[in-house]
Protein backbone atom coordinates (compact mmCIF):
# COMPACT_ATOMS: atom_id res chain seq x y z
CA UNK A 1 0.00 0.00 0.00
CA UNK A 2 0.91 3.41 -0.94
CA UNK A 3 0.02 6.78 0.40
CA UNK A 4 -3.01 7.54 1.51
CA UNK A 5 -5.15 10.71 1.41
CA UNK A 6 -7.85 11.39 3.91
CA UNK A 7 -9.66 14.59 4.19
CA UNK A 8 -7.39 16.51 1.63
CA UNK A 9 -4.26 15.24 4.34
CA UNK A 10 -1.71 13.03 2.65
CA UNK A 11 -0.49 10.52 5.06
CA UNK A 12 2.83 9.10 4.10
CA UNK A 13 3.59 5.60 4.22
CA UNK A 14 6.02 4.66 7.43
CA UNK A 15 9.42 3.02 6.20
CA UNK A 16 13.06 3.00 7.65
CA UNK A 17 13.25 6.21 5.58
CA UNK A 18 11.17 8.02 7.76
CA UNK A 19 13.54 7.53 10.40
CA UNK A 20 15.15 11.06 10.37
CA UNK A 21 11.93 12.56 10.29
CA UNK A 22 10.75 10.69 13.35
CA UNK A 23 13.68 10.95 14.92
CA UNK A 24 14.04 15.06 14.40
CA UNK A 25 10.87 15.29 16.58
CA UNK A 26 11.86 12.80 19.26
CA UNK A 27 14.74 14.36 19.70
CA UNK A 28 12.85 17.54 20.75
CA UNK A 29 10.84 15.71 23.45
CA UNK A 30 11.87 15.50 27.00
CA UNK A 31 10.25 11.76 27.88
CA UNK A 32 12.33 8.06 28.06
CA UNK A 33 9.61 5.60 27.23
CA UNK A 34 10.14 3.22 24.37
CA UNK A 35 6.94 4.23 22.88
CA UNK A 36 8.78 7.43 21.84
CA UNK A 37 11.71 5.29 19.80
CA UNK A 38 11.10 5.14 16.30
CA UNK A 39 12.97 1.23 16.91
CA UNK A 40 9.98 0.63 18.67
CA UNK A 41 7.00 1.72 16.26
CA UNK A 42 9.30 0.22 13.04
CA UNK A 43 8.96 -3.06 14.87
CA UNK A 44 5.29 -2.55 16.10
CA UNK A 45 4.51 -1.91 13.21
CA UNK A 46 6.15 -4.49 10.76
CA UNK A 47 3.09 -6.15 10.12
CA UNK A 48 0.82 -3.36 9.80
CA UNK A 49 0.37 -0.34 7.49
CA UNK A 50 1.79 2.57 9.31
CA UNK A 51 1.83 6.14 8.14
CA UNK A 52 3.06 9.39 9.32
CA UNK A 53 2.08 13.07 8.46
CA UNK A 54 3.21 16.33 9.78
CA UNK A 55 0.52 18.63 10.93
CA UNK A 56 0.55 21.88 12.11
CA UNK A 57 4.58 21.20 12.78
CA UNK A 58 3.66 17.80 14.69
CA UNK A 59 4.42 14.42 13.88
CA UNK A 60 1.25 12.30 13.63
CA UNK A 61 1.82 8.15 13.74
CA UNK A 62 -1.24 6.14 12.01
CA UNK A 63 -2.01 2.28 12.17
CA UNK A 64 -4.31 1.17 9.64
CA UNK A 65 -6.08 -2.47 10.65
CA UNK A 66 -8.92 -3.58 9.64
CA UNK A 67 -9.60 -0.47 7.72
CA UNK A 68 -9.70 1.76 10.21
CA UNK A 69 -7.41 4.13 10.81
CA UNK A 70 -6.01 5.16 14.26
CA UNK A 71 -3.45 7.65 15.54
CA UNK A 72 -1.11 4.77 17.48
CA UNK A 73 0.86 7.93 19.53
CA UNK A 74 -0.41 11.40 20.49
CA UNK A 75 1.41 14.44 18.01
CA UNK A 76 4.64 14.84 18.68
Known amino acids: M ?7 Q ?5 TIATKPV ?3 YLAKMDVD ?4 TFAANFIWLANSSG ?11 FVMTGGELTMLLPPI
Open 33 to 36: LSDY
Open 10 to 14: RLKRF
Open 22 to 24: MEE
Open 51 to 61: FYALINKCFCL
Open 2 to 8: GNLTVNK
